[in-house]
């Protein structure tokens, strides 16, 4: 059986420490991913430029700040 645990950073200390202490807990870190196996957001902060404008972007949404617009219809 293969359990994943997804613990906030302010706790992995302790509860790696619990678990190394069971003999019968094999810890293995996961495998990092390749530039083909990057999600969307990791491949955009990637870029200093990109990052800048994605950060920018979710403050403005924080505070309220944003527009909708209505999308051209489709041509046929």
């Keep these: 059986m293969e359990i994943t645990l997804q613990v906030p950073d302010s706790r992995a200390g302790f509860l790696l420490e619990l678990l190394r202490s069971l003999p019968y807990v094999e810890l293995r ?23 800048e404008r994605l950060y920018a972007a979710l403050a ?5 700040e944003w527009q909708t617009h209505e999308l051209p219809p489709l041509s046929e």
Aim: proline share 11%.
């Design 60 to 64: 403005r949404a924080q505070r309220g």
């Design 29 to 51: 870190s996961p495998a990092a991913p390749t530039a083909g196996e990057l999600d969307e957001t990791a491949y955009l902060l990637a870029s200093p430029a990109n990052a």
